[in-house]
């Protein structure tokens, strides 16, 4: 089976998880409210090794949450992907931060929205249903009054993570929930990497770089191309 180490940095939550497969055999996080990822994630790869007894040559693959969020948790994060994949010759699984947070969701039904703060009215969103198939791409967008109101199907919309407070004045509709305790964690992690793994879904290592999307939209316009 497997050995995938996780790397999630997009938010202020630094998380380090090992799977065997799809099953967790060590985490370490850090969600307090300021970035620690500098001194801390080089820290937690050691100590989840050390956890289950298993040395970094041992390692099957590396995986890392691609964004879009921070753009300094990010680099921290895909450098030290990087640089474990090239030191020990190891595959990079690039995982899409708000698909991440989908898996997170405390619901079974209606449409998901994680969403990441990025600062004023603006978020990073993405839209999924109840099995976390998009229904929409990843977008930076504004929020406004109007967003999300074509999701209004007579089914429960659900908002995670840190852009989801900015909503709770704007969106009255009471078919809108909010979950804003929702972080991307690499617990979440273990079973997408394992299945990009078992596919062969792997990353270039010399020309990876993060899903950064820094062009924001008013709701209701489409990107920038």
Same mark, same amino acid.
């Given at each position: 089976? %497997?050995?995938?180490?996780?790397? =999630?940095?997009?938010?202020?939550?630094?998380?380090?998880?090992?799977?065997?497969? &799809?099953?967790?055999?060590?985490?370490?996080?850090?969600?307090?409210?300021?970035?620690?990822? %500098?001194?801390?994630?080089?820290?937690?790869?050691?100590?989840?090794?050390?956890?289950?007894?298993?040395?970094?040559?041992?390692? +099957? %693959?590396?995986?890392?949450?691609?964004?879009?969020?921070?753009?300094?948790?990010?680099?921290?994060?895909?450098?030290?992907?990087? !640089?474990?994949?090239?030191?020990?010759?190891?595959?990079?699984?690039?995982?899409?931060?708000?698909?991440?947070?989908?898996?997170?969701?405390?619901?079974? =039904?209606?449409?998901?929205?994680?969403?990441?703060?990025?600062?004023?009215? &603006?978020?990073?969103?993405?839209?999924?249903?109840?099995?976390?198939?998009?229904?929409? =791409?990843?977008?930076? &967008?504004?929020?406004?009054?109007?967003?999300? /109101? *074509?999701?209004?199907? !007579? +089914?429960?919309?659900?908002?995670?993570?840190? !852009?989801?407070?900015?909503?709770? *004045?704007?969106?009255?509709?009471?078919?809108?929930?909010?979950?804003?305790?929702?972080?991307?964690?690499?617990?979440?992690?273990?079973?997408? /990497?394992? =299945?990009?793994?078992?596919?062969?879904?792997?990353?270039?290592?010399?020309?990876? &770089?993060?899903?950064?999307?820094?062009?924001?939209? !008013?709701?209701?316009?489409?990107?920038?191309?």
């Amino acid at each position: 089976m %497997a050995w995938i180490l996780n790397l =999630e940095t997009a938010s202020v939550n630094c998380s380090v998880s090992l799977f065997e497969g &799809e099953v967790l055999r060590a985490c370490r996080e850090d969600r307090s409210s300021e970035y620690t990822h %500098a001194e801390r994630l080089h820290v937690f790869i050691e100590e989840v090794l050390k956890e289950a007894g298993l040395s970094a040559a041992e390692l +099957q %693959a590396v995986a890392v949450s691609k964004g879009p969020g921070s753009y300094t948790g990010l680099r921290i994060g895909v450098a030290a992907a990087k !640089g474990l994949c090239y030191a020990l010759d190891l595959p990079l699984i690039a995982l899409p931060t708000l698909r991440i947070m989908a898996e997170a969701a405390p619901v079974k =039904e209606g449409v998901l929205i994680p969403m990441l703060d990025a600062r004023r009215m &603006e978020v990073y969103s993405a839209v999924f249903d109840a099995r976390h198939q998009p229904l929409r =791409e990843t977008r930076a &967008e504004i929020l406004t009054k109007d967003s999300f /109101a *074509e999701f209004l199907t !007579g +089914q429960p919309v659900h908002l995670l993570g840190s !852009g989801a407070a900015k909503c709770r *004045e704007l969106l009255t509709d009471p078919a809108f929930h909010f979950y804003p305790e929702v972080l991307p964690s690499s617990l979440e992690m273990g079973k997408l /990497a394992f =299945e990009a793994f078992r596919e062969g879904r792997f990353e270039d290592l010399a020309y990876f &770089e993060p899903f950064y999307l820094k062009d924001f939209i !008013g709701s209701g316009k489409k990107p920038a191309s």
